[in-house]
């Protein structure tokens, strides 16, 4: 069967994403639509996935990368104690620097992908060490990435790429998507405070909903949904509206998300379930269960039932978004699980309506 996708966005979920490589695998073996596919978007872990499709990698390679991560690593130092308290509360705002993290994306993620361009003639040579910017990387993949960011600043959610960032570092951006709350240190850019654009935007699978963004009119759709944000439009002065609609706004045929989900949450989805009751023992528990209702929240909030029928759904199997220590075996089990989803969207019903 020929599918239309010619985006994917991907939910931010932390270390729950290790679960994208199995759903990936299915679709790189059993369905040929990532040849086709021209912009990958994302938050949080699901903006390093976007970035790694986006550089050209392989799925196989993918997986590579992943397995060799010692994600304990990017804890920049591994003592909950006195001084991170005093850092958390006035320096940095997160118990971690980040700069592990960081320094990940770029060595081992951008840089080898620079080295080859240039050894190819496609980029030119002394950039090894350079940081790569949205512009550079859509000019030579022809293929867009868009991160989500959380400006607390602003207290606005933000999109990273080529059409509104495009001399930003593509490694900055992830790392600003990446800064989970009160974990990670916000990134101070152009005198804002970013933080993960999970905050208020975990899952922005209505990224690509726009006319502009649709190859084929036979895949939009003016939904229920949509004609009442566009009736909501028309009602707003023009001097008004945020740039992000002054395009139509559409129902995106072309679009498959990807979501990383407990069974419970899957089941309280198809209201055959109730919502866990988390226990809160510590203010560290407080805290990341705060966290976690506001972004969760924000996940409910902004899914609709048209979007659960291009979302592929992956049980998460207990894993946390900052599960570091994480086994081998669990992750194979992540890996296996994510497989799972894609087989039940692409094979059986993946919409949860």
Not at 175 to 202: A, K, Q
Request: aromatic share 12%.
């Amino acid at each position: 069967m020929n599918y239309p996708f010619r985006n994917l966005v991907f939910e931010g979920g932390g270390i729950k994403g290790i679960g994208y490589v199995g759903a990936l695998e299915y679709i790189e073996n059993k369905q040929n639509i990532l040849p086709n596919i021209q912009r990958f978007g994302g938050t949080s872990v699901g903006a390093v996935t976007a970035l790694i499709l986006g550089l050209g990698y392989s799925i196989s390679e993918l997986k590579e990368k992943l397995e060799k991560i010692q994600f304990e690593e990017f804890k920049d130092d591994d003592s909950w104690i006195i001084k991170d308290a005093f850092r958390l509360l006035v320096s940095g705002y997160g118990r971690y620097k980040g700069d592990k993290f960081l320094e990940w994306i770029r060595k081992d993620i951008i840089h080898p992908k620079v080295a080859e361009w240039m050894e190819k003639g496609i980029m030119e040579e002394g950039r090894q060490n350079s940081d790569l910017t949205f512009e550079e990387l859509v000019q030579i993949t022809g293929k867009a990435v868009y991160f989500q960011g959380t400006n607390v600043s602003t207290r606005q959610s933000v999109t990273f790429s080529h059409e509104s960032t495009p001399t930003m570092s593509v490694a900055e951006a992830v790392r600003i998507s990446m800064s989970i709350p009160l974990f990670f240190e916000p990134v101070v850019w152009r005198g804002n405070y970013y933080v993960d654009g999970g905050v208020l935007n975990n899952y922005p699978i209505r990224l690509f909903d726009q006319k502009k963004y649709v190859s084929d009119e036979n895949y939009c759709e003016m939904t229920p949904y949509y004609e009442k944000v566009t009736e909501l439009i028309t009602q707003t002065s023009e001097e008004r509206i945020s740039s992000v609609y002054q395009d139509m706004q559409v129902y995106n045929k072309e679009t498959l998300g990807f979501r990383l989900d407990s069974q419970t949450e899957i089941d309280v989805m198809r209201n055959i379930a109730a919502p866990v009751c988390h226990e809160i023992d510590s203010f560290f528990d407080f805290a990341w269960n705060l966290v976690g209702t506001v972004i969760k929240g924000q996940d409910s909030m902004h899914l609709h039932k048209d979007d659960a029928a291009r979302t592929i759904y992956i049980n998460t199997l207990g894993v946390t978004a900052i599960d570091f220590n994480i086994s081998n075996e669990k992750q194979l089990q992540l890996i296996a699980s994510g497989y799972k989803g894609a087989e039940e969207f692409f094979e059986g019903d993946g919409d949860l309506s």
